[in-house]
């Protein structure tokens, strides 16, 4: 697509599950299908990540603090989230994505672009664009057994608008020639790159909806806003969105290094050095609007051999403190003893949204040079000791040599009770154990 051209089509597909980690845990958990759950950190500072729709009647919303949702929801499942099977469900959509147009752009595990226009696909009508749609939501449903609304559209805009009012478990295709139709309605807030803040100065303005926003001239927006800014969201409100779908991009991490004349010793000078790379990527994060959860410290040692050292988070962050107290963590783990000549600060795994310090606290997850060191109760663990005794999360995968796989359900005061049922089975029985039965392990997980 040329910049500025309008596309004839409604050829951008928006794709989101709907409330996704929570509708992943009741579709593995029977007992839970149909009743609130909550899905987040479930230590006493921790924040909600999500929420099935039978909890947000209750108010819960993500990013929500955990003591308020509780509050809001007392009778609702606290779980704490299992990224391994969130990926792997992720990974199972973007592949029915791609058999749709070569052309998908990933913002985030639930959440796509597709260009239908790059597919080998004829009839781009609202017709065939609707077909073409509801065929892509049957396949995640049959391959994930999760719902999904989608939005087709001639804008990433728009696509990413007519989702969302399909929510939940919808399609909208937003006909060429009725965009204005339905944007202008919408709140401002609707259009991406209005926050808080610009809000407050929109309605200033008396700028409330959309199409009070393509009413004003754009010079006023860009007096109020700045220019550059002030034009995008000029053009957005007007329907114009000339950003093109752009498959996976390139850069799926961000990374500043420095490389030292003088091969560096000084374990002060090292932390110092780690300290304000890890600066400057939160600073390049924000400016992307990006946040990730995978940190990584690069580091080439006297002999030019290079090692990297990298935790993950239990959620996406930008912010500058949290990157570099990880990455300074991870120094540690590296022998500088013989100096180095090179460190290199890099975050991944890049969501479009930031959460941070889901948990509470800074918790290392799922990373295999460390210990996972979520503990149900625990809020601020910063440094983990070596061989933690297994503590086990609400929500956890489990498998009893007995009464085989079953998920934790609870524990604390020396035992854990779990509730022995699965993706396929119907509702299952609740036994106690004590902790440290060795009967009792971790398993099951990512898509039996
Ligand atoms: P969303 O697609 O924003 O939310 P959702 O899928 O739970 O609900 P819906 O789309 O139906 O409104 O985010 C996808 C997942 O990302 C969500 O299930 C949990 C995670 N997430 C967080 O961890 N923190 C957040 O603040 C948000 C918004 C999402
Ligand atoms: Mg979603």
Not at 66 to 73: I, K, L, P, T, V
Not at 113 to 132: E, I, K, N, R
Not at 173 to 183: I, N, R
Not at 187 to 216: E, K, N, S
Request: aromatic letters at 4%.
């Amino acid at each position: 697509m040329g910049a500025g051209v309008h596309r004839p089509d409604a050829s951008v597909l928006h794709i989101d599950l709907d409330a996704f980690y929570a509708a992943v845990e009741q579709r593995d958990k029977p007992s839970l299908r149909g009743r609130p759950v909550i899905v987040g950190g479930t230590g006493g500072r921790g924040v909600v990540s999500t929420a099935s729709y039978e909890a947000r009647v209750f108010g819960v919303r993500s990013a929500m603090p955990m003591a308020e949702a509780r509050a809001r929801c007392p009778q609702a499942a606290v779980l704490a989230p299992r990224f391994d099977t969130y990926r792997t469900i992720s990974e199972i959509v973007m592949e029915a994505l791609r058999e749709l147009s070569p052309l998908v752009e990933p913002l985030s595990l639930d959440e796509a672009f597709v260009d239908l226009s790059a597919g080998p696909h004829d009839d781009l009508s609202p017709a065939g664009v609707t077909g073409l749609a509801t065929d892509l939501r049957e396949a995640v449903r049959q391959r994930t057994d999760l719902t999904a609304s989608v939005g087709a559209a001639t804008t990433k805009t728009l696509a990413k608008i007519a989702s969302e009012k399909a929510k939940p478990d919808g399609l909208l295709v937003v006909a060429p020639g009725s965009e204005l139709d339905v944007l202008h309605p919408l709140p401002v807030r609707a259009l991406w790159g209005i926050g808080p803040a610009t809000g407050t100065r929109l309605r200033r303005l008396g700028v409330r909806t959309v199409g009070d926003l393509a009413m004003l001239p754009e010079a006023e927006v860009r007096a109020t806003l700045g220019e550059s800014h002030g034009h995008s969201l000029a053009q957005l409100a007007r329907g114009v969105d000339p950003r093109p779908v752009v498959a996976e991009r390139d850069s799926k991490s961000i990374s500043v290094e420095d490389t030292f004349e003088q091969d560096i010793v000084d374990a002060s000078q090292l932390r110092a050095l780690v300290q304000g790379l890890a600066r400057k990527v939160g600073g390049r994060l924000s400016e992307a609007g990006l946040s990730g959860r995978t940190i990584t410290l690069k580091a080439r040692l006297h002999d030019f051999s290079t090692l990297s050292r990298s935790a993950t988070l239990p959620g996406p962050t930008n912010n500058p403190r949290v990157i570099s107290e990880v990455a300074v963590r991870l120094l540690r783990d590296i022998d500088a003893t013989g100096g180095l000549r090179l460190l290199g600060v890099g975050v991944s795994g890049l969501a479009g949204w930031v959460q941070d310090d889901l948990f509470g606290s800074h918790e290392l997850t799922d990373d295999p040079t460390h210990n996972p060191t979520h503990n149900g109760g625990e809020s601020s663990t910063p440094d983990p000791p070596e061989h933690e005794p297994a503590s086990w999360r609400p929500g956890q995968d489990v498998v009893h040599d007995q009464h085989g796989p079953g998920w934790v359900w609870g524990s604390g005061l020396g035992r854990v009770t779990v509730r022995f049922e699965h993706r396929y089975s119907s509702t299952g029985p609740v036994h106690t154990f004590r902790s440290d039965d060795v009967r009792l392990r971790p398993g099951g997980g990512a898509e039996h």
